[in-house]
């Protein structure tokens, strides 16, 4: 799990624990506002308002939540190819992106790495490579595009017509932090 969805869930939790209490021990807001007038600091809220309005924002938060979830698209693990009675045979994503790999192998490219997001709607396949010669490779990179997208529609012909969209990034820096060998 990245990051920044830890900190989110964190975040959501920590306010649904500041909610439950609130609705378990409902004197704690008094007893918070008496310890800061001891110390000098004068707050003056209603705690019953208080709890009624979070109490909504959560609510609302909980229904954002449930919409989110309800309408993220689902990752399909392959392409179902034939499905009878008898059996279902299909294509794994890891056998899709080996298949871009061969296709790629003899383009002057090297270092090939495929991400695929294979959804009901659509498929997207992208697509980091090195090349040693970068200018003449990233002219021919329309036609790279067009021909791996042909052999994929070609690979797919059977399944159902899914728009397939082939993004393909030649020499980009990745974020992960790769070990190389140090030549002296």
């Known amino acids: 799990m990245k990051k920044s969805k830890k900190i989110l869930l964190i ?10 209490s ?3 021990w409902p ?4 007893e918070v506002a ?6 000098g600091v004068h707050v003056d809220f209603q705690s019953n308002i208080f709890v009624y309005y979070y109490g909504i924002v959560l609510l609302v938060l909980t229904a954002l939540a449930l919409l989110f979830v309800l309408v993220w698209p689902i990752q399909l693990p392959d392409v179902p190819l034939k499905q009878t009675k008898d059996g279902r045979l299909a294509l794994s994503n890891y056998g899709i992106s080996q298949f ?5 192998s003899g383009k002057d490219l090297s270092n090939i790495k495929v991400t695929l997001k294979n959804t009901r709607r659509q498929r997207k396949f992208y697509i980091v490579a090195d090349s040693v010669y970068k200018q003449a490779t990233v002219e021919e990179l329309p036609n790279i595009s067009y021909n791996l997208t042909k052999s994929l529609n070609e690979l797919l012909a059977g399944v159902n017509r899914l728009p397939i969209k082939v993004d393909i990034k030649v020499n980009q820096k990745s974020s992960s932090k790769r070990k190389v060998t140090r030549v002296i």
Do not use: P
């Not at 004197?27 to 008094?30: A, C, G, H, V």
């Not at 008496?34 to 110390?39: A, D, N, P, Q, Y």
């Open 22 to 24: 609130l609705l378990i």
């Open 100 to 104: 871009i790999k061969t296709q790629l």
């Open 11 to 20: 975040i959501f939790n920590l306010g649904y624990l500041v909610g439950i």
């Open 34 to 39: 008496g310890l800061l007038e001891r110390f």
């Open 27 to 30: 004197d704690i807001l008094s």
